[in-house]
């Protein structure tokens, strides 16, 4: 060939595979794309077939184009300089490979072709040949002196050959038509200079001698080395990296680090899926379940929990040992429990978080001073809490949050600086906050809450730029200020919720898609427009309400099944429809308040476990009467009164809850049965509960 022909041709090399061998080949076509020639051969080469070897053609990534697929290889055949073969048992058995070398052949360059040996035995005529029938008969009267067919010149990338990094110089050799001998000392020579260089100021000797240990031990294991090293990246893609993200709330990108994790588990081989890499794949799952979750994608978060689940019970089953995987077996347990929770099927959500209890109490148990298990621990309990409280089941769930009160105190002894630990003592006071507060405790439920947001400010004040830190913090503003519009302090609630607007309007500007701050600041407008109602301000309370209406149907049109946001939804029909009766726009409150009525009814009918959405319904009930009185129809507002009344009498016997009391008060006094009104109220004036019925 003469010596400037490779200006003639589009690509210097052609490579021919197996697609089962494709690893193989993006490997080959990096490696020969990327080398640079030694200083001293790059002039010597440069008047002769050029120093590089790129561009170099390899159908997965040439074709993805192409109209026709055999054309297009053809054309890629006459365009390239050079072949190489990657040298198989599935290539040997390849037609398509074969048909590669046969065209090439017949263009006259079978002296261009060479071969990469990865697997098999060349030469041995059976099931480990790995040289395809016409490579072996391709070299005719072309072929150069010392080769004949049956004899292709290869590079054996097998271990007990050449070697990888060898068998790769022995190619680039070949097709640069230099000598081999002189282009290995130079490659060795110039990673002689590299490491020089990268070792300058340092005990040369003692680093050069490491620095050769090492580069001898990455050539004899650079797989096993690859393969860690990308463990390692994923180990900090999900725990690292996944936390980051989360704590800025960028729910995007925390979901593309799930799926680019998901992307590498999917490229391994069934050989390379040891445990470790199955407990990173369910982390993965359980990450992006509950970015998916987070983004109002019920459905789709449930599908990865699951899958996330079964491989977490499948690891704690056979290594009953490792305490870390029992932990997240239980955190996979709970975000399958959360969104059971999150779709209002609390026996389901209940089931769940009682599973993961002995799993937990076990591990803790192993080593009582572990302030990791005993988070955990709290966590469960929390959990289950939550979920008996929404059921009505109140002394149960006070029991639970001061075993969750007692545990978190004792971690933050165990460790006072730990910030997630004072979180956690933060969250157990506005649990008991809530808890007391529905039991009439409003004094005490005021401590537990002003506790909770003395903790949560400094905690923010010192981690500023943690979003999802600030988000807890905006969170017991909110809470602040429910006890403080029961107390009738509505000045100082409404500075309250004007803060944690203020807040979570900066967050959404760094996710404008969070469903879950989304959620919780569509709660702040209807609060806000419930305290403008009540002083007066109704041009305000729209804009209010208007605001909160927007959020939830941005939110509904991701999962109309989420019934926090239905039940929210109703909740603001229900404002709207008090406004739209002050304005004596009487027929459009009525409708605003059947709507919700037919709302809190329909989410009472489907998961009538949830009291919550009972006490809603009755207060629907309420509201829906009232509007109807003030549009002149007496008769059907007692009817939804008694009906209101009747169910409060079933359904809460327990007269604990100051807001279901006013509520019975209220339509004790609709109903004309004063006396039977007048202690209740009484007894709210001695709570320190002001009225909000009127």
Request: with cysteine; aromatic share 8%; net charge negative.
């Amino acid at each position: 060939m003469a010596e400037n022909e490779s200006s003639e041709f589009k690509y210097r090399v052609f490579l021919s595979y197996s697609h089962k061998d494709r690893r193989w080949a993006r490997w080959l076509q990096r490696a020969l794309e990327t080398y640079r020639l030694p200083r001293h051969l790059k002039r010597l080469q440069a008047e002769r077939l050029g120093n590089r070897l790129a561009p170099v053609f390899r159908d997965r990534s040439d074709l993805s184009s192409a109209a026709s697929l055999s054309q297009a290889v053809h054309d890629a055949l006459q365009s390239s300089e050079s072949m190489v073969v990657i040298c198989s048992p599935t290539a040997a058995r390849s037609e398509w490979v074969n048909e590669e070398i046969r065209m090439f052949s017949q263009l006259g360059r079978a002296d261009r072709i060479f071969c990469l040996i990865i697997a098999g035995e060349p030469g041995s005529a059976g099931e480990l040949e790995c040289f395809p029938p016409a490579l072996q008969t391709s070299l005719g009267s072309d072929a150069p002196a010392g080769r004949h067919a049956a004899e292709p010149l290869a590079a054996d990338a097998r271990p007990e050959g050449d070697g990888r990094k060898l068998a790769r110089l022995k190619l680039i050799a070949g097709l640069l038509n230099i000598d081999f001998d002189q282009l290995k000392q130079r490659d060795l020579q110039r990673r002689y200079h590299r490491l020089l260089a990268i070792t300058a100021g340092s005990l040369l000797i003692a680093t050069f001698t490491v620095a050769l240990a090492i580069v001898a031990f990455l050539a004899n294991a650079e797989a096993e080395r690859r393969r860690a090293q990308a463990e390692d990246l994923v180990g900090f893609m999900l725990g690292d990296l996944q936390q980051g993200l989360h704590e800025i709330g960028r729910l995007d990108l925390f979901m593309r680090v799930g799926n680019k994790a998901m992307e590498y588990f999917t490229s391994l081989k069934d050989e390379e899926v040891n445990d470790q890499v199955l407990n990173q794949r369910s982390r993965a799952l359980r990450q992006i379940g509950n970015a998916r979750l987070s983004q109002g994608d019920t459905a789709e978060a449930l599908e990865s929990l699951n899958e996330s689940l079964a491989i977490a019970k499948k690891l704690a089953e056979r290594n009953p040992e490792n305490l870390q995987w029992q932990v997240d077996l239980a955190n996979s347990y709970f975000f399958v429990g959360y969104v059971h929770w999150q779709r209002d099927e609390l026996n389901q959500a209940q089931a769940v978080f009682k599973t993961i209890l002995p799993i937990v109490d076990a591990v803790s148990a192993q080593d009582p001073e572990n302030t990791e298990w005993l988070a955990e621990r709290g966590y469960a309990y929390t959990n289950l809490g939550r979920v008996l409280e929404l059921q009505g089941q109140l002394d149960q769930a006070l029991d639970v949050y001061l075993e969750v009160q007692a545990i978190n105190d004792r971690m933050l002894r165990l460790d006072p600086d730990n910030v997630e630990y004072q979180l956690e003592v933060g969250f157990s006071h506005n649990n008991l906050g809530k808890l007391v507060m529905s039991l009439g405790r409003l004094s005490e439920a005021q401590t537990h809450f002003s506790t909770d947001l003395a903790i949560k400010r400094a905690i923010v004040e010192a981690n500023p730029n943690n979003n999802l830190w600030k988000n807890n913090l905006a969170t017991s503003y909110d809470y602040q200020a429910r006890v403080l519009i029961a107390q009738g302090e509505l000045e100082q609630a409404r500075k309250h919720l004007d803060t944690a607007i203020e807040i979570t309007s900066r967050l959404l500007m760094v996710d404008p898609d969070n469903s879950d701050w989304l959620s919780r600041m569509s709660t702040y407008h209807r609060e806000l427009a419930g305290i403008d109602r009540r002083e007066g301000r109704t041009e305000q309370a729209i804009e209010h309400i208007q605001a909160a209406m927007e959020i939830l149907e941005k939110l509904l049109k991701i999962d109309s099944t989420v019934a926090l946001w239905r039940r929210e939804k109703a909740l603001c029909d229900l404002e709207s429809a008090q406004l739209s009766s002050l304005a004596n726009y009487h027929p459009m409150a009525i409708r605003q308040a059947k709507t919700a009525h037919e709302e809190l009814t329909h989410l009472w009918q489907n998961a009538s476990t949830n009291l919550e959405n009972r006490k809603q319904q009755i207060f629907s009930k309420w509201i829906y009467g009232k509007v109807l009185a003030e549009a002149g129809d007496a008769d059907t507002a007692r009817n939804y009164w008694s009906e209101a009344l009747e169910l409060l009498d079933s359904d809460f016997p327990d007269n604990r809850n100051p807001e279901l009391m006013e509520l019975r008060a209220a339509l004790y006094s609709k109903l004309g049965m004063s006396m039977q009104a007048q202690p209740i109220y009484e007894t709210l004036q001695k709570m320190g509960y002001e009225a909000q019925y009127h």
